[in-house]
């Protein structure tokens, strides 16, 4: 199995503000699922408790790609954040029919991925580094070699700079800037009030800024 | 909380002055566009007349459009081609796993007991020896029955505790 170096699972992009919007994980925003696809999420848990697995698969499906970023996140590898995320998926199956269907989907699997990336990062100590890693890049916009070399190395202090981060402030900037939730959704999500969120933001950019230095912020 | 004017704004008499030492996170807030009507206009009536804080904007944007430019990378096409054998591999071993242990707590619990009732009723083995044997399949027994309670006493009580059924 490839296995990602840390510095790696942060891509830059030309540090182009234009293109922030669509630096999201997967092509669909969980901020607009929030609040468009609660209805999907019912009928498929719907589907799924009346027997039929494949109303579980098309949950998966809608939600794989965000529950990995957040697992990725968290324990820091590919490796890691894959075995995370099929432990808490096999959670999410043993546990769906006590969820309660008037509450959105999001949250609890938050919750459970969460847990899951945590354990699987406390459980398992791997070593980092040791299998060849490749470049990643979107085939557009190639950057000038100089560029890339800046690039990289930002994105290399950017991530020890957010491994630094308490997790608490961590999971907040992950979810705002990596997830692109707002702050009631990542309230909603961590249980915690928006001042809360807000604060541990804020916190989490004063130090990533110190981290970083302002020489590399420009 | 009164509004009188169109935009939900508090007149600013109303209003109290923001304070970067108490409400310092409002300035990532209001970068981040997360602040209601009459919170911008206490930050924006700061910031006009005072250029420490709007340099600490400056700062907050700068930051932000530097970790907007990054994301965290997905995981390569095979993976998710091979997501679902592998949820449903785990899956398999998770029961296989549980049959196993199943399986050999039964009869290796019925093998014991069958040993350590032959050994005992053998009357030529000295009294301390029997005891000795007693103790270990106490300890056994002991042990195992501490694991299972463990085991139930963690699924029941910790990791997904605080998640919300």
Redesign the interface.
């Known amino acids: 199995m490839r296995c990602l170096r840390p510095s790696d699972l942060l891509m830059s992009d030309n540090f182009s503000p234009n293109k922030a919007a669509s630096l999201r994980v997967g092509s669909t925003s969980p901020s607009r699922r929030l609040g468009d696809g609660h209805q999907a999420d019912i009928r498929d848990i719907e589907r799924f408790l009346s027997g039929d697995i494949g109303g579980f698969e098309a949950l998966v499906e809608r939600y794989r790609r965000q529950a990995y970023a957040i697992a990725l996140g968290l324990t820091g590898n590919h490796d890691d954040a894959m075995d995370a995320l099929q432990k808490a998926f096999l959670r999410v199956h043993r546990a769906l029919p006590r969820f309660h269907r008037e509450l959105p989907f999001f949250p609890w699997l938050y919750r459970i991925v969460r847990n899951a990336a945590l354990n699987q990062k406390r459980d398992e100590k791997r070593h980092r580094g040791e299998i060849p890693l490749e470049w990643v890049r979107k085939p557009d916009g190639q950057p000038s070699p100089l560029e890339q070399t800046v690039a990289g190395d930002l994105r290399e202090r950017l991530w020890i700079c957010l491994e630094e981060l308490p997790l608490e402030q961590r999971e907040v900037f992950m979810l705002y800037h990596f997830q692109g939730l707002k702050y009631r959704q990542i309230a909603a999500a961590l249980n915690v009030p928006i001042g809360t969120v807000m604060s541990r933001l804020h916190a989490a950019r004063l130090q990533l800024r110190r981290c970083l230095g302002e020489e590399a912020l420009g | 909380m009164k509004n009188d004017s169109r935009d939900g704004r508090r007149p600013n008499s109303e209003r109290l002055p923001f304070d970067p030492a108490r409400e310092?996170?409002?300035?990532?807030?209001y970068v981040?566009g997360?602040l209601d009507a009459d919170q911008v206009a206490r930050v924006e009536a700061h910031l006009a007349s005072h250029p420490e804080t709007r340099h600490e904007v400056s700062?907050?944007r700068?930051?932000?459009?530097?970790?907007?430019?990054?994301?965290?990378?997905?995981?390569?096409d095979e993976?998710?081609e091979t997501?679902?054998n592998?949820?449903y591999n785990?899956?398999e071993r998770?029961l296989g796993w549980f049959a196993l242990t199943l399986g050999a707590v039964l009869v290796g619990g019925y093998g014991l007991y069958l040993a350590v009732a032959s050994l005992l009723s053998t009357s030529e083995l000295p009294w301390f020896v029997k005891g000795g044997i007693f103790a270990l399949c106490f300890g056994v027994f002991l042990l195992l029955v501490s694991l299972i309670r463990e085991r139930i006493y963690v699924r029941k009580r910790t990791?997904?505790d605080?998640?919300?059924?």
């Open positions: 310092a996170p409002l300035l990532s807030a981040d997360e700062r907050l700068r930051l932000k459009e530097v970790t907007g430019a990054m994301k965290l990378l997905d995981a390569p993976e998710w997501f679902w592998n949820i785990r899956a998770s990791r997904y605080e998640i919300k059924r």
